[in-house]
């Protein structure tokens, strides 16, 4: 199961930003949940459809 614990700072320029949060307030997200996003697609991009199993079976081993 995912925990949502981790904090995950970014520095990013002022204008991408408010770009970025008003493209995020077009799709009704916020720009947390556009992230979120964009990080599993890409963990599936490189480890396959099945990364959950792998990913949270390993957490639950430690």
Do not use: N
């Not at 930003?17 to 996003?37: A, G, M, N, Y």
């Not at 990913?55 to 081993?61: E, G, K, L, W």
């Amino acid at each position: 199961m995912e925990k949502r614990t981790a904090r995950l700072t970014l520095l990013v320029d002022p204008s991408k930003k408010h770009v970025f949060e008003k493209l995020c307030s077009l799709e009704d997200v916020t720009p947390s949940q556009k992230i979120r996003q964009f990080m599993r697609d890409y963990i599936e991009e490189k480890m396959g459809p099945d990364w959950r199993k792998e990913v949270f079976d390993d957490d639950a081993q430690t």
